[in-house]
Structure formats: structure tokens, C-alpha cells
């Protein structure tokens, strides 16, 4: 069964250093997201990306987060300058043809900023 | 604005009872519902949708939910709670004029032996 795969698993990063998580989103999808969720509580939207560029971003997704898509297979998540308060649990998630699709969560990677 | 809330932070139920895990959403046009389940350190798995159609939709693992449109509500039920159905569970909304899905804020389910 197709799935989405991120890496790594686990980023352990000093405050200040910029970080990039990796997604590969299943083959024949369109749509792309990032969410993030802190100690396991509530899924909090980050951005969405179609067609190439972003489609939405919340006001999280500040100057300090970049998404990029730089070939047919991989969607990356930049952070720069990294804060303590980005330590969290990021999810990427890619769905279908259109919008009424569910959307295939990745297992995550939990980012740890010290 | 939209939203979806998820009243109880948790339910409590024991192993061979029913169970429901309560969701009201807000939304502008048709909602697209969804339901994930999380286990620990693990991603969001999907388990059912309803996009249109009968308003009992039925999913992974013998879960179920009902879309109610005046109640604006999607609960989701199954007959005979597991000892492994426990886990985190999340509703979402998203619609046909949004990019993104809105989640409520979860729900732990326990189901005691």
C-alpha cells in the first residue's frame, strides 16, 4: 500500500541552526501539507502546497518556514534559525486528485530544538 | 469561521460496550468529514470519511460514524469497543472551497479490559 515516508525520524538541533524535514508524498498526489503537533495534543496546520506553490500557509508559517518541492518526488520543510518553541512533531500529509479526498498522513518527525 | 470541536478530552469505556467519540463541526458550504486515529508516536491513520451520500458511512476496524446536518454533528461509534481500539482520535472538516483540513483538538479513548 502506498504510503508517505519522512526523514528523519528524529532531528535534534541547537537553537539558531536551520533544519530540513523531508517528505515523499505517495506517487500520484497532488495536494501537500504540513502540520504540526506539540507533546501530542492538537494537529496545527502549517501550510499547503498545489500546483507548485503554496496554496494557504497559517500564521505560523512565518518568514522562518520555507516549503519546497524540488523535484517530481520530494516536499521539504525549511526551518531557519530555529527556536525552542518550534519543538514539536511535524507531519506531512499529501491527498488525491481533488479536495474531497482523505489525506495520508506520514509517521512524523520529531524535531527537538535544544 | 471553521471549526470542529471535539467536546470530551476523553472517553472511558469498557472492553465489549459501544462507544461514541462526539464531533461538531462548523463549516461554509458541504463538509468533507473525516476521522484519524493516532497511536502513540505514530501518524495520523486514516479510518473513514463522508463526502456525500449516505449519512451512515462505515470504516476501518468496525468504526462507523453518522453525519447528522442539522446537528451539524459526525460521531463516531462502533458496537464493541477493543482493549487496542485505545488511542488518540481526531475529527477533521475540510470543504470543496478550502486548502487545507481543519482538526478538532482529539479525543483519548480508553477501553478497560
Known amino acids: 500500500e502506498p504510503e508517505v515516508t519522512q526523514t528523519p525520524s528524529h532531528q535534534v538541533t541547537q537553537m539558531g541552526q536551520e533544519v530540513i524535514l523531508r517528505c515523499v508524498p505517495i506517487?500520484?498526489?497532488?495536494?501537500f501539507y504540513w502540520y504540526r503537533q506539540i507533546l501530542g495534543q492538537k494537529v496545527e496546520f502549517l501550510v499547503s502546497f498545489y500546483n507548485n506553490e503554496i496554496s494557504e500557509k497559517s500564521e505560523i508559517f512565518d518568514d522562518q518556514f520555507s516549503v519546497e518541492r524540488p523535484d517530481g518526488s520530494n516536499f521539504t520543510l525549511k526551518i531557519r534559525s530555529t527556536k525552542l518553541e518550534d519543538s514539536a512533531m511535524y507531519f506531512c500529509?499529501?491527498?488525491?486528485?481533488?479536495?474531497?479526498?482523505?489525506?495520508?498522513f506520514g509517521q512524523g518527525t520529531r524535531l527537538t530544538v535544544v | 469561521a471553521q471549526s470542529v470541536a471535539q467536546p470530551e478530552d476523553q472517553v472511558n469505556v469498557a472492553e465489549g460496550n459501544p462507544l461514541t467519540v462526539k464531533c461538531t463541526y462548523s463549516v461554509s458550504g458541504n463538509p468533507y468529514l473525516f476521522w484519524y486515529v493516532q497511536y502513540p508516536n505514530r501518524g495520523l491513520q486514516f479510518l473513514l470519511k463522508?463526502?456525500?451520500?449516505?449519512?451512515l458511512v462505515k470504516g476501518s476496524y468496525g468504526f462507523e460514524a453518522e453525519f447528522n446536518k442539522s446537528q451539524t454533528s459526525f460521531h463516531l461509534k462502533k458496537p464493541s469497543a477493543l482493549v487496542s481500539d485505545s488511542a488518540l482520535y481526531f475529527c477533521?472538516?475540510?470543504?470543496?472551497?478550502?486548502?487545507?483540513?481543519?482538526f478538532g483538538s482529539g479525543t483519548k479513548l480508553n477501553v478497560k479490559p
Open positions: 500529509a499529501s491527498s488525491g486528485q481533488t479536495l474531497n479526498t482523505e489525506a495520508f
Open positions: 506517487s500520484n498526489h497532488l495536494y
Open positions: 477533521a472538516v475540510t470543504g470543496a472551497i478550502f486548502n487545507k483540513f481543519y
Open positions: 463522508y463526502i456525500t451520500g449516505d449519512n
